[in-house]
């Protein structure tokens, strides 16, 4: 079994820092995606930033030129580097990766357990 364990988050006073980490344990060859996303209650989880297994990247217009996402390959960690945050940055942070179990194998989508995130004074 694949499980991705989330930490970093926490309570952060408007225009902070935090860094979040994601890293996948069990058995893993290969992890061809990876991103994050948030959901705040009563809200569908949406997408904050992800990277290709290419190192493309993808962020929301909400969190780019603030946010940074970054991988190694070799912890199968994913991070995402969060600066000047605001309260509505405030919110569950997940992480996602879609990974190859074998060399020709299926993709599987997997869901880190989520961290909290809060911005406030």
């Known amino acids: 079994q694949v499980q991705l364990v989330e930490s970093g988050g926490g309570l952060v006073q408007p225009g902070g820092s935090l860094r979040l980490s994601c890293t996948a344990s069990g058995s893993v060859f290969s992890i061809d995606y990876m991103g994050w996303y948030r959901q705040t209650p009563g809200k569908q989880r949406e997408l904050v930033a992800d990277?290709?297994?290419?190192?493309?990247?993808n962020y929301a217009d909400s969190v780019r030129g603030r946010f940074a996402i970054s991988r190694d390959n070799a912890k199968n960690s994913v991070y995402l580097q969060m600066n000047n945050l605001k309260p509505e940055d405030t919110a569950v942070y997940y992480c996602?990766?879609?990974?190859?179990?074998?060399?020709?194998?299926?993709?599987?989508?997997?869901w880190g357990q989520g961290t909290q995130v809060t911005v406030s004074t």
């Open positions: 996602k990766m879609i990974i190859r179990r074998l060399q020709q194998g299926f993709q599987y989508q997997y």
């Open positions: 990277i290709t297994s290419g190192a493309s990247t």
